[in-house]
C-alpha cells in the first residue's frame, strides 16, 4: 500500500489535486451561470416592455383585391360620412376605440398624414368607432382633435362587414374603390407614406 493510500483505498490527496475541481470552483461557476442568464433574462424583459408595438403591418385578407364594402354613417360632429363621396382617391378606413393603447398612439400619425394629403387632395382617412361608448370617443376627439369623420353609429356593421377582429386595423381603399391592403398594429405618418407609395 502506497503512502497516498489509506487503508480503504480512498484517496487521501489534497482536494486540489487530480481533474476534479474543488468544490469552491464548481459552486463560483455554477453561481456565474445562474447570473449571467439572469441579467440576459433581465435585459431581453426590459426590451421588451419598452419597446413600441409594431405598426404599419401589411396582413392577409379575403378583402384585398375587391371591392370596398360599403361605408356609411353618422359622424361624431352629427353629419355623415359615404365612402362613396371619396371616390377618385385614396382613402383609409381605420377601426379604433378609446380603450386600445394603440390606437391612441397612432392618432397624431392618422392627423399628420390626413392633413398631409389634404393639401394634395389625393388621399382621405375615415374612423370607425369600434366596440366603444360614443361619450368616450367623443371626449377622446375634442381632447386630441377630429380633422377626419369619425363614425359613431354603425351599430357594428362596418366592422362585421370588414372582418374586424381586434384594434387598431386599418384598410387603404384605391382610388377605384378597390381594397390594396390591411394594416394591424397602429400605424405611423412615414409608414404609410411607404405602403401608399407602394401600391400608388
Not at 421588451?48 to 361624431?76: K, M
Not at 385614396?90 to 392633413?115: K, M, S
Not at 356593421?157 to 384605391?174: F, H, T
Request: with cysteine; net charge negative.
Amino acid at each position: 500500500m502506497s503512502a497516498w493510500d489509506s487503508p480503504d483505498g480512498v484517496s487521501e490527496a489534497g482536494e486540489g489535486d487530480g481533474d476534479t475541481p474543488p468544490a469552491s470552483s464548481s459552486r463560483a461557476l455554477v453561481l456565474t451561470s445562474v447570473l449571467v442568464v439572469v441579467c440576459v433574462v433581465g435585459i431581453l424583459v426590459v426590451v421588451l416592455a419598452t419597446r413600441a408595438p409594431a405598426a404599419n403591418r401589411i396582413a392577409d385578407s379575403p378583402l384585398v383585391g375587391r371591392q370596398a364594402p360599403a361605408i356609411a354613417g353618422t359622424t361624431l360632429d352629427g353629419g355623415s360620412y359615404d365612402l362613396a363621396d371619396d371616390s377618385g382617391r385614396w382613402v383609409l378606413v381605420n377601426f379604433f376605440a378609446t380603450w386600445c393603447a394603440p390606437c391612441r398612439q397612432e392618432h397624431d400619425d392618422l392627423v399628420r398624414f390626413y392633413e398631409d394629403h389634404q393639401v394634395l387632395g389625393d388621399a382621405s382617412v375615415v374612423s370607425i368607432v369600434f366596440s366603444d361608448e360614443i361619450s368616450d370617443a367623443r371626449r377622446f376627439f375634442e381632447e386630441n382633435g377630429a380633422p377626419f369623420p369619425v363614425i359613431v353609429s354603425d351599430d357594428g356593421d362596418i366592422a362585421l362587414d370588414y372582418g374586424v377582429a381586434k384594434v387598431p386595423e386599418s384598410y387603404l381603399v384605391s382610388p377605384s374603390g378597390m381594397i390594396v391592403a390591411k394594416i394591424l398594429g397602429g400605424v405611423t405618418a412615414p409608414g404609410l407614406e411607404e405602403i401608399l407609395a407602394r401600391f400608388s
